[in-house]
């Protein structure tokens, strides 16, 4: 049976999905799978998973594995690039391979590398992703790029054949394009979420905002930004001529075997234009529940929250603190065919196949109360409102909650108890407040130690104080020390860290009769509330992270006493 006829038998795709994608394959030419994906009608693990089952072997998902040095070290990079295969794990005692690939039928690749490895080494395939073969060959071996072949070429003419290869294959193009191209797959790849062009009098910086901190990656001299800069607005959308006015744009590309967005913005400043764009990877961005490494009972509170009907679930935290992430998180765990999900977002970051998303711009003519007006009549279950701003905005999605529906939205303030007082500063009274706010959920992000150079220690007097745990327990933390696979930095990837209030009959109570803020915390806390620094300490003790990390993100002075 075909992929197709499996999964519409399968129940994973309708006969309708199926024949728009076959229409779509007739046009671009590229597998079945694959375009099912792109359509968004199914993931690239479900794909996988059902294809590895039909032929009745082992699928894997890369993003779960740790590079194996010495399965890498018996298959030579180029090999795995030109067969499409990457060796994840070596056992040197019963002398066996386990090799990712995208196609388990390739025997020729398989013979060569079995001649290749002498036949001495058992070989054992297993199913992987297309997509995330091509990125995490990448990541393991290490990829190069031309980088300095291209700036060579631009300086003096000659033209770089090494950097041309890194182009796949592709005819010769000019080489400020491929520097620019170079440059975001290189973002890319090391999981930037922003890529900072910073023109200096006499220079040119280039930063990458990885795991939330700035890291400065090259310098080049000036002579080089007025065509990149022209080459960025071009792809962008931008109008090349004007350089005195910001400037918003956007690019979309297929980098590392997948479509990837770039939201671009350009500022004028008095050494010429500032460009920053912010990488919008979907697959790195909407994270299932259960991939959260939520406390069970959180994960617990949070499908209780969303199963009430009607009411408004509100995320707060500071700008790049994981809001959108966790709101599109909680909106893909509802999101069938069974309800009616509308969105206003500014602007919309990641589009979602059933949700129906809307950007407010003025181009649009739609603000957010505007937006929650009209969306009101399109017969919607739940509404995600991007932020409450301003009093209209409050009041039109307090409204949309009181008839009905469940409202999902950001706020900014420190604590998930500090909503209540920002509600009420800006315009919301605490008769309208009670009954309608289902919870409140604070997050940070805190960066992962590496798992390949932290080191354990026995924390200080001082230290333990702040931990909430005894020096004589003589407990381990870890700190970072930084390594090639961290980039030197100590840290590899992002967590939350959460607060979550749930807010029922007492709660509503007090808030109705404008309790103080400590009578609050003191209910909240005995029904109980975890604060942001109770679960970054408990991320600290369970090794993912540093003190110095959650440090950095949570005020930890009021737990020196």
């Given at each position: ?6 999964m ?25 799978g694959r375009q099912?994906v792109?359509?968004g009608?199914?993931?690239e ?8 089952h039909?032929i009745?072997q082992?699928?894997?998902d890369?993003?779960?594995v ?16 030109r ?5 994840i794990?070596?056992?040197?005692a019963?002398?066996?391979l386990v090799v990712a ?13 079995r ?6 080494i058992?070989i054992?395939?297993v199913?992987a992703?297309e997509?995330q ?5 990448d ?8 980088v300095d072949?291209?700036?060579r070429?631009?300086?003096t003419?000659?033209?770089d ?5 890194t ?14 191209g170079a440059?975001?797959m290189?973002?890319?790849k090391?999981?930037a979420s ?19 901190v700035?890291q ?12 990149i800069?022209?080459?960025l ?6 109008d090349?001529?004007e ?7 956007r690019i ?8 990837i967005?770039f ?19 979907r697959?790195?961005s909407?994270i299932?529940?259960?991939?959260m490494?939520l406390?069970p ?5 949070l499908k209780?929250?969303?199963?009430r009907?009607e ?21 893909s ?17 990641y589009p979602?196949?059933l949700?129906?998303q ?38 039109m ?7 009905g ?6 706020l900014?303030t420190?604590?998930?108890?500090g909503?209540?007082p920002r509600l009420?500063?800006?315009?919301i009274s ?5 009954g309608n ?5 604070a ?13 354990a220690?026995?924390p ?13 327990d003589?407990?381990k ?5 930084g390594c090639?696979?961290?980039?030197y ?12 209030l ?9 808030i ?12 909240a806390?005995?029904?109980g ?10 991320r600290i003790?369970?090794?993912?992270t540093?003190?110095a990390?959650v440090a950095?993100?949570v005020d930890?002075?009021?737990?020196v006493?």
């Amino acid at each position: 049976m075909r992929l197709g006829e499996l999964m519409v038998q399968q129940g994973l795709i309708s006969q309708d999905q199926l024949r728009i994608a076959l229409m779509e394959q007739e046009q671009n030419n590229i597998p079945l799978g694959r375009q099912l994906v792109r359509l968004g009608f199914v993931t690239e693990a479900m794909v996988r998973d059902l294809v590895a089952h039909t032929i009745g072997q082992e699928s894997v998902d890369l993003a779960t594995v740790i590079a194996d040095n010495e399965a890498l070290k018996l298959v030579p990079q180029d090999f795995a690039r030109r067969h499409h295969l990457l060796p994840i794990a070596f056992d040197d005692a019963a002398k066996s391979l386990v090799v990712a690939m995208a196609d388990m039928f390739n025997v020729v690749a398989l013979d060569q590398l079995r001649a290749m490895l002498g036949g001495q080494i058992q070989i054992k395939p297993v199913l992987a992703a297309e997509a995330q073969l091509e990125e995490y060959i990448d990541q393991f071996y290490g990829y190069e790029l031309s980088v300095d072949g291209i700036l060579r070429e631009i300086e003096t003419g000659e033209i770089d054949y090494g950097s041309l290869q890194t182009a796949a294959g592709e005819e010769y193009t000019q080489p400020v394009v491929r520097l620019v191209g170079a440059l975001l797959m290189d973002a890319v790849k090391r999981g930037a979420s922003d890529i900072h062009f910073e023109p200096e009098y006499a220079f040119l910086r280039i930063r990458y905002r990885i795991d939330g901190v700035l890291q400065q990656i090259r310098s080049l001299h000036k002579s080089y930004w007025p065509g990149i800069a022209v080459r960025l607005k071009v792809i962008s959308g931008m109008d090349i001529a004007e350089t005195r006015s910001p400037q918003d744009g956007r690019i979309n590309i297929t980098l590392c075997g997948r479509t990837i967005d770039f939201r671009v913005a350009s500022h004028p400043t008095i050494h010429g234009e500032n460009i920053v764009l912010r990488v919008l990877d979907r697959e790195k961005s909407i994270i299932p529940l259960d991939r959260m490494q939520l406390r069970p009972e959180v994960l617990e509170q949070l499908k209780t929250m969303m199963a009430r009907p009607e009411g408004i679930i509100i995320v707060t935290g500071p700008t790049g603190s994981g809001k959108t992430t966790t709101l599109y998180s909680l909106l893909s765990y509802l999101n069938n065919e069974s309800v009616n999900i509308m969105t206003l977002e500014d602007p919309v970051e990641y589009p979602v196949t059933l949700m129906r998303q809307t950007s407010v711009a003025e181009v649009n003519k739609v603000d957010f109360a505007n937006g929650i007006r009209s969306i009101m009549r399109q017969d919607p279950d739940i509404i995600l409102v991007g932020e409450i701003r301003d009093q209209e905005t409050a009041e039109m999605a307090f409204r949309a909650a009181m008839t009905g529906h469940q409202v999902f939205t950001t706020l900014h303030t420190n604590s998930a108890l500090g909503t209540f007082p920002r509600l009420l500063d800006i315009g919301i009274s605490p008769e309208i407040m009670s009954g309608n706010v289902i919870g409140v959920i604070a997050q940070r992000l805190v960066r992962i130690l590496c798992a390949h150079c932290k080191e354990a220690y026995e924390p200080s007097e001082e230290e333990c104080k702040v931990l909430g745990v005894s020096p004589r327990d003589r407990i381990k933390i870890y700190h970072q020390v930084g390594c090639k696979y961290c980039g030197y930095t100590g840290y590899k990837g992002r967590m939350a860290i959460f607060e979550l209030l749930r807010v029922d009959a007492d709660l509503d109570a007090m808030i109705a009769r404008r309790a103080h803020l400590d009578e609050l915390r003191d209910v909240a806390k005995a029904k109980g509330l975890k604060t942001l620094a109770e679960d970054g300490i408990r991320r600290i003790l369970e090794g993912y992270t540093s003190l110095a990390e959650v440090a950095r993100v949570v005020d930890l002075t009021g737990r020196v006493h």
